[in-house]
């Protein structure tokens, strides 16, 4: 059975940094593309980062460009999220998703049950 | 990047009725690299149809995809109880990946 279980969400100040960690069983990681969408409180869905198998391929969304790095450990089993320069706007519920396949252009075929990010003074 | 737009916003149906939900590209989705999404409240999303079309693992035939181009459509074909949810359409044929706004389908 996949699962991905998504930790290190919480409440942070603006400017501050926080790690989010995605750990995940059931299959075969290094196959797999894996990536980060949020969705903050009664909104919809957002994507914000995607990394390929090997590391290779990695993309951002603007919102978060500069201030976000998405990666893996692929013998650990894990992706990962360090965000920096933390803003308001970055509150949200953070999911972890896998892709359908080994690059990022791929449907997201299961997800995490997310971790919380609140930024606020 | 793609912009899309869901219609509805809102569905307001009976159990049993015929659910049809549209997602409109900005740009042609290359590939028909079109997904569709269910999402209950507290649940993380679940994966739907994907390519358009085909319905992923697990998931009831009363589901059906069907479009190309900019012009996507989501059918149910009877809502069951369990089908009252949110729906998201995703493109991840362009980078960067995007999702819709979403369609609450609602017991009327």
């Known amino acids: 059975e996949v699962q991905l279980v998504e930790s290190g969400g919480g409440l942070v100040q603006p400017g501050r940094s926080l790690r989010l960690s995605c750990a995940a069983s059931?299959?075969?990681?290094?196959?797999?593309?894996m990536h980060w969408v949020r969705q903050a409180p009664g909104k919809g869905l957002e994507w914000v980062s995607g990394i390929s198998w090997n590391s290779g391929s990695i993309g951002y969304a603007d919102s978060v460009k500069g201030r976000f790095t998405i990666s893996r450990d692929n013998a650990k089993n894990s992706l990962y999220l360090q965000m920096n320069s933390l803003r308001a706007e970055d509150t949200a519920l953070y999911y972890c998703?896998?892709?359908?396949?080994?690059?990022?252009?791929?449907?997201?075929?299961?997800w995490g049950q997310g971790t919380l990010v609140t930024v606020s003074s | 990047e793609i912009v899309l737009t869901q219609s509805p916003g809102t569905l307001s149906l009976s159990p049993g009725e015929r659910a049809t939900l549209s997602c409109r590209a900005s740009q042609s989705v290359s590939s028909s690299y079109l997904a569709w999404y269910q999402q209950k409240p507290g649940q993380a999303p679940r994966l739907l149809i994907y390519?358009?079309?085909s319905r992923a693992t697990g998931i009831p035939d009363r589901f059906s995809g069907s479009g190309s181009g900019t012009d996507f459509t989501l059918t149910i074909s009877r809502l069951e109880p369990e089908d009252f949810a949110v729906y998201y359409c995703?493109?991840?044929?362009?980078?960067?990946?995007?999702f819709g706004g979403g369609t609450k389908v609602e017991i009327k």
């Open positions: 995703q493109q991840y044929g362009s980078s960067p990946t995007t």
């Open positions: 998703a896998k892709a359908g396949g080994a690059l990022p252009t791929n449907p997201f075929d299961y």
């Open positions: 059931g299959f075969t990681f290094d196959d797999y593309a």
């Open positions: 390519g358009a079309s």
